[in-house]
């Protein structure tokens, strides 16, 4: 069965640093697709980066990037030079393609940058 | 264009009440998803359409939660006889027809409900 598991349900990090979000995910399916969004507290959910199974680099968007191990199932989410507008939640989600559409999201995890 | 609209934006309503939430998916998306997320918590997976055909209906909570989708647009989610532990925010989101796995998912604003 598809599972998403993020492991931290808060971080605090200083404002300008560099900081990575856990995201191990379980599923039987050689292909499918990992996603990331920020939630503020808007409640708003704002897409971030996508990495495909098969994709042979890390996806990168500005400052965002994925540390895709596909051998140890995981995607961390790392955010560079961190700023005070990327307090939020941050959600890890995956879609198997070979079976239905179904997309699943981890628990998230708060992240909180200090001034 | 117009994103993901969902109604009522808040619901408050009496324990044991029926109510419907409404999302108007962005045209041209054929797959629409429902997930609740309860306060500070992440997102629940409760159902997806295909078209107007629900292939996953697994995560319905219990047989008080029902979905619809008519036309390959809107979307209907039904709750009978809530219950407080159904005080949540349900999100509606779309995505556009399987062009590429990479095409996220577009959410709405959610319906924040209360029973009381």
């Known amino acids: 069965a598809q599972k998403i598991t993020q492991t931290q349900p808060g971080m605090f990090v200083q404002e300008k640093e560099a900081v990575t979000l856990d995201c191990t995910y379980d599923t039987s399916d050689p292909s499918y697709g990992l996603f990331w969004y920020k939630q503020p507290s808007s409640g708003e959910m704002i897409f971030l980066i996508y990495q495909g199974s098969y994709d042979q680099q890390n996806a990168t968007e500005g400052r965002y990037s994925l540390n895709f191990q596909k051998a140890r199932k995981s995607a961390n989410l790392v955010i560079s030079a961190s700023q005070l507008g990327d307090s939020a939640m941050y959600f890890c989600a995956m879609r198997d393609m070979n079976r239905d559409d179904k997309i699943i999201f981890g628990k998230g995890t708060r992240l909180h940058i200090l001034p | 264009g117009a994103g993901v609209s969902q109604s009522p934006s808040n619901k408050v309503t009496e324990k044991g009440k029926d109510v419907e939430l409404r999302c108007d998916p962005i045209?041209?998306?054929?797959?629409l998803y429902w997930y609740r997320q309860s306060l500070g918590q992440g997102l629940e997976f409760l159902i997806y359409?295909?078209?107007?055909?629900?292939?996953?209906k697994s995560g319905l909570p219990s047989d008080r939660f029902s979905a619809e989708r008519t036309g390959g647009s809107v979307s209907t989610l039904t709750i009978q006889r809530t219950q407080q532990e159904d005080s949540a925010v349900y999100l509606c989101?779309?995505?556009?027809?399987?062009?590429?796995?990479?095409?996220?998912?577009?959410f709405g604003n959610g319906t924040r409900l209360t029973v009381t």
């Open positions: 045209s041209g998306h054929t797959a």
């Open positions: 359409f295909q078209g107007n055909s629900a292939p996953d």
């Open positions: 989101a779309s995505r556009p027809p399987r062009t590429g796995g990479n095409s996220p998912l577009h």
